[in-house]
C-alpha cells in the first residue's frame, strides 16, 4: 500500500526557518517525481515545489530562493527546507507523488500544519 | 504564474450531470494534455479522480469524465450523488516548467 506521511509542521515566527519530511512507504521511490503542495485554510492547492527522479528542481516564483525541496533515495524521504518564512506561507503542506514524467499527483500524504505567526 | 481559472460553486440535484470549466492560457491548458483533477472532502487529502485530460484511474467512477477544448479543460460528473458534494480542482503543467492548480469548485447536491 502507498504511503506518504507528512512531519515537522510547527508554529514558528516569520523570519524563522523550519523543515519538513515526507516518509515515503509501500513503492519504489526513486522511481517516481515528488511534490510538495500547500492549502491556506479555506484556500486553494498551491504547487510549492517539484524534485525530479534526477534531482532537478522546480520552484515557483512564490518561494523560490527561499524554500529547497530534496529527496534521500535511500531513506524513501522527501524534506522541504522553508528558510525565510513569511505569514503568508502559513498552510498545510501536502507531499505528493507523480509518475515518471508525468504532471499528475495520484497519491497525496495528509499533510502537515505550518503556521507563521508571532 | 496565475491560477487556472474555475467557478466557484456548481449545483445540482441527485441524478443530473454537472460541469465545472477549467480555463487557462496556451502556456498550460491549450499547450500540454497535462490536465488532471483532483476531488477533495473537508479535512481530507485530495484524490486524483481524472489526468491527463480524460482518463480516470483505478477505481474511479465512470460517472466522471474529462475533455478539453483550446484554453478551456472540463470535468462532468453524470448521475450526481451525495457523495459527489465536495471541492474539485484541476491543475496543469506549465511552459515554464512549473505546475498550476485552478483555484477551486465547490458542488453542491441540492
Known amino acids: 500500500e502507498v504511503q506518504l506521511v507528512e512531519s515537522g509542521g510547527d508554529l514558528v515566527q516569520p523570519g524563522g526557518s523550519l523543515r519538513l519530511s515526507c516518509a515515503a512507504s509501500g513503492f519504489t521511490f526513486n522511481n517516481y517525481d515528488m511534490h510538495w503542495v500547500r492549502q491556506a485554510t479555506g484556500k486553494g492547492l498551491e504547487w510549492v515545489s517539484t524534485i525530479g527522479t534526477a534531482g532537478d528542481t522546480y520552484y515557483p516564483g512564490s518561494v523560490k530562493g527561499r524554500f529547497t525541496i530534496s529527496r534521500e533515495n535511500a531513506k524513501n524521504s522527501l524534506y522541504l527546507q522553508m528558510n525565510s518564512l513569511r505569514a503568508g506561507d502559513t498552510a498545510v503542506y501536502y507531499c505528493?507523488?507523480?509518475?515518471?514524467?508525468?504532471?499528475?499527483?495520484?497519491?497525496w500524504g495528509q499533510g502537515t500544519l505550518v503556521t507563521v505567526s508571532s | 504564474q496565475s491560477a487556472l481559472t474555475q467557478p466557484a460553486s456548481v449545483s445540482g440535484s441527485p441524478g443530473q450531470s454537472i460541469t465545472i470549466s477549467c480555463t487557462g492560457t496556451?502556456?498550460?491548458?491549450?499547450?500540454?494534455?497535462?490536465v488532471s483533477w483532483y476531488q477533495q472532502h473537508p479535512g481530507k487529502a485530495p484524490k486524483l479522480i481524472i489526468y491527463v485530460v480524460n482518463k480516470r484511474p483505478s477505481g474511479v467512477s465512470n460517472r466522471f469524465s474529462g475533455s478539453k477544448s483550446g484554453t478551456t479543460a472540463s470535468l462532468t460528473i453524470s448521475g450526481l450523488q451525495a457523495e459527489d458534494e465536495a471541492d474539485y480542482y484541476c491543475?496543469?503543467?506549465?511552459?515554464?516548467?512549473?505546475?498550476?492548480f485552478g483555484g477551486g469548485t465547490k458542488v453542491t447536491v441540492l
Open positions: 496556451s502556456s498550460d491548458v491549450g499547450g500540454y494534455n497535462y
Open positions: 491543475s496543469s503543467y506549465t511552459s515554464s516548467s512549473t505546475w498550476v
Open positions: 505528493a507523488r507523480a509518475p515518471l514524467g508525468e504532471s499528475y499527483y495520484d497519491y
